[in-house]
C-alpha cells in the first residue's frame, strides 16, 4: 500500500469523524441542555472560532498577529450601534459588522504586513490598543453620544441560550469550514510556501504581499461576525472588555496547544483549555491560574509542535 493512499484513507476517517461530531453537537441541545452546559458549549465554540480566525493568519503565514482583537472589538461596537442606535435587526447587523472588521483591516494589513517577525507583531498590538483607546476617548473628543465611552452600550436582552449556542456553533463551523478550503487550496499551499521561505516564495512568481493581505483581510472579517455574535449575547459591552489584550493571549496559546497551522489545532487547544479552565476555577478558585500555567508550560515543554502536530509525529512514527 502506497503512503499516498495510507494517507488518504486516514483522512477519510479523521473526516469521517469530524463529520459525526458536529452531528453530534448539532443535535446535543435536544437531549442535554442545562442552562451551564448551553453556556459552557456556546464559549467553546466561540473559542474554537476566535483561535481559528488566528490561526488562518498566523498559523498559516509564520506572521504572528498581536492585533486579531481589534477586529473582534470592531464588531462588537458595530453590532451594538446598528442595533440601539439605528434599530437594525440583529441577523442584518452581522454581516455588517464583519464588513466593518474587513474594510478597516485591509488598509492596515497593506501598511504593517510590509513588516516583519517582531515588527509586525508591535505594529499589530499598538494598532489594538489605538483602536481601544480611539472608543474610550470618541464621543468626548466628536462631542457626540454613540460609542458610550468607558461606560460602554447596553443591548437589548437577546434570545434563548439555544439561540446563542446555535450561533456560535455556526461561527465556529464557517471558520472551520475556511481554514478547510485553505487547507486544500492553492491559496493555502502559497500561505505555507510565505511561511517557510517567504523570499523563495515570491521569486517563484507568489504575490506574496496580495496572499498576506487577503488572508489578513478573511480574518479581520470573520473576527468581526463573531464579535457581532458576542455582543448580542453579552449584552454589555466596554472598550476594556472586548479590545482586552487577554482575548488576543487565549486565542495564541488555544492555538499554540492544539497545533498551528493545522485544521484541528483550534479546535482541541480552545475545548482543552476552555474546559480545564472551568474545571479548575471551579474546584481551586485562588490557585486555578497557577495551575492553568503550569499545564500550558509542560505542554509547550513536552510537545512543541502542539496536540495535534505530536499525534501526527507519532502516528507517522507509528508507520515508519
Known amino acids: 500500500m502506497s503512503k499516498g493512499i495510507a494517507m488518504g484513507r486516514i483522512d477519510w476517517r479523521l473526516h469521517a469523524l469530524s463529520g459525526a461530531a458536529l452531528l453530534f453537537l448539532a443535535l446535543l441541545p435536544r437531549f442535554w441542555g442545562s442552562g451551564y452546559a448551553l453556556r459552557l458549549l456556546t464559549l467553546v465554540f466561540m473559542w474554537i472560532a476566535l483561535s481559528g480566525c488566528w490561526n488562518l493568519m498566523s498559523g498559516y503565514t509564520g506572521y504572528i498577529d498581536f492585533g486579531p482583537v481589534a477586529y473582534f472589538g470592531i464588531g462588537c461596537y458595530t453590532t451594538a450601534i446598528l442595533m440601539t442606535r439605528c434599530g437594525i435587526p440583529f441577523c442584518a447587523s452581522i454581516p455588517m459588522s464583519a464588513l466593518a472588521a474587513a474594510s478597516i483591516a485591509l488598509p492596515i494589513g497593506a501598511a504593517t504586513l510590509r513588516l516583519r517577525g517582531a515588527y509586525f507583531a508591535i505594529a499589530t498590538f499598538a494598532f489594538a490598543e489605538a483602536m481601544k483607546q480611539i472608543l474610550l476617548e470618541m464621543d468626548r473628543l466628536l462631542g457626540i453620544d454613540s460609542f458610550g465611552g468607558s461606560h460602554g452600550i447596553t443591548l437589548p436582552l437577546g434570545p434563548t441560550n439555544l439561540f446563542f449556542y446555535y450561533s456560535m456553533f455556526a461561527a465556529a463551523l464557517a471558520t472551520m469550514g475556511v481554514t478547510l478550503w485553505v487547507e486544500y ?45 458576542y455582543a448580542y449575547w453579552i449584552t454589555y459591552i466596554t472598550p476594556q472588555d472586548v479590545f482586552s489584550v487577554h482575548i488576543t493571549v487565549h486565542m495564541v496559546i488555544m492555538t499554540l496547544l492544539g497545533g498551528m497551522g493545522t485544521l484541528f489545532g483550534p479546535v482541541v487547544g480552545a475545548f482543552f483549555l476552555t474546559i480545564v479552565e472551568e474545571t479548575l476555577w471551579a474546584r481551586f478558585i485562588y490557585a486555578y491560574m497557577v495551575l492553568i500555567g503550569a499545564i500550558i508550560l509542560a505542554i509547550v515543554m513536552f510537545m512543541p509542535q502542539g496536540i495535534m502536530g505530536t499525534l501526527k509525529s507519532l502516528s507517522r512514527h507509528a508507520r515508519s
Do not use: C, V
Not at 499551499?189 to 489578513?216: F, M, P, S, V
Open 185 to 229: 487550496s492553492k491559496f493555502g499551499y502559497a500561505l505555507r510556501a510565505i511561511r517557510q521561505a517567504e523570499d523563495t516564495a515570491e521569486i517563484t512568481g507568489i504575490n506574496t504581499r496580495a496572499i498576506k493581505i487577503r488572508a489578513y483581510g478573511t480574518s479581520a472579517f470573520l473576527l468581526g461576525g463573531i464579535g457581532g455574535i
